[in-house]
């Protein structure tokens, strides 16, 4: 099977953008992901999915998480996060109970670590769910390897 065609016909599937953040002692670390999905609403679970050879994996492993859902106008933020960093942080960290998250994102889920299941090349990390927050905005779309608008009908 060609892993590039299976990439681009996975690519057909429109996703929203997030920012996974955790802490490493003093130190915050994030990284973008599109592979986030709801799994259960009692208890509340949420899953991201992370690739093995990233820094972020070792940074995630039975460790607190804050999933940040972005809003359209945090196209800079999703890049800064997916290794292509600004020199000016185009985002402010705001402070929680379980870490740092990104300031304005249009949702943040915060996580305690509930499981980690073998996905391949990726890691499966469950969150439980133990605070979140959302606001009305235009979500940042993912398609075909491309960042888009998410328009409601």
Known sequence: MDSKELRNCLGRFATGVTVVTCEDGEECHGLTANSFTSVSLDPPLVLVSIDRKT???QKLKNNR????IL???QEETAMHFAGKPCEELPFKWEKSDYGHRIENSLAYIECDPWAEYDG?????????????????GEPLGYFCGKFSRIEEK
Do not use: M, P, T
């Not at 998480?65 to 940040?68: A, D, G, K, P, Q």
């Not at 990726?122 to 979140?132: A, P």
């Open 65 to 68: 998480f804050i999933v940040n």
């Open 120 to 136: 391949g090349d990726h890691v499966l990390f469950l969150g439980e769910v133990k605070n979140f927050e959302y606001q009305e």
């Open 71 to 73: 809003s359209i106008d």
């Open 55 to 57: 820094r972020a994996y």
